[in-house]
Every structure is written in C-alpha cells, then in structure tokens.
C-alpha cells in the first residue's frame, strides 16, 4: 500500500511532462520516465506469470479454455499478439469471435451476467463475489 501522496505526486509530475507549448517526442516522453531518473536501480520489477483470476472457481470442463485464454492474454500483455508497435501507432488486434460479445442490445449488461450470472440474486453473498 502506497500513501496516496505518491500517486498524487506522479500524477501532477506527468501533467506538468504533457502540459508544454510544443508537444513532447516520444523520446522526450520516454526520456522523462521513471527508467531514465537515478531511482530506477533502486527498482524492482516484478512480472506476473500466472493469471490466478482466470482459474479461481473454474470447473474441470473448461478448464482448457481457461488455460488457452489465458495465455493469449499472456501473450497480449507481453506484446507477442499483433504486429510490431513503435509507440507512435495503433496496433490491430484481431480476437476470436468465441471472445466478442455479439448480437445483443445491451452489451455491458450481457458482459455483466457473463462475468457474474445470476448476481441480482447473490448480490448480498460476500462469498459470490
């Protein structure tokens, strides 16, 4: 737990990094990050290599779907899906349709009860969620 004075500093440290008369190269942007300032070998950077989210509560019969997701956004997070990105453009990222919600009106509600079904009923269950 950081002290919100940390993340408030930051947060006013990139205002004022953005907030030039010429706008900033992504060399100058880059430039000014925590990797260039002399507190970054006092760092440590961890990485996440398992998603436990993805497997808590799974059932055995998707239990290889889940394990497949799960290292494409593996993949997703680690920049190995689509093509090269230098920073300066979009990338494209093609998902499957088995991960797009399709035919509905309301797709935050459809995301909603697929995330969490039946929770208008075990809203109130501090172990549901």
């Known amino acids: 737990m950081t002290h919100k004075h ?3 500093a930051v947060d006013r440290s990139l205002k004022d990094v953005m907030r030039v008369v010429d706008p900033r190269s992504r060399a100058d942007v880059v ?6 300032s002399y507190l970054w070998s006092s760092c440590k950077v ?5 998603n ?11 239990v290889y779907e889940i394990r497949k ?20 453009t979009e ?12 035919h509905v009106t309301n797709p ?11 929770l208008q009923n075990r809203l109130w269950d501090p172990n549901y969620l």
């Open 69 to 88: 997701f799960s290292e494409w956004i593996q993949k997703f997070g680690d920049g190995l899906v689509g093509d090269p990105n230098d920073g300066d």
């Open 6 to 8: 940390g993340f408030e």
């Open 31 to 36: 430039h000014a990050s925590l990797c260039s």
């Open 108 to 118: 935050i509600a459809s995301l909603v009860d697929i995330t969490y079904p039946d």
């Open 46 to 50: 961890l990485t996440l290599t398992k």
């Open 52 to 62: 436990m989210r993805l497997q808590a509560g799974s059932e055995d019969t998707n």
């Open 91 to 102: 990338v494209d990222i093609e998902f499957t349709d088995d991960l797009l919600i399709q």
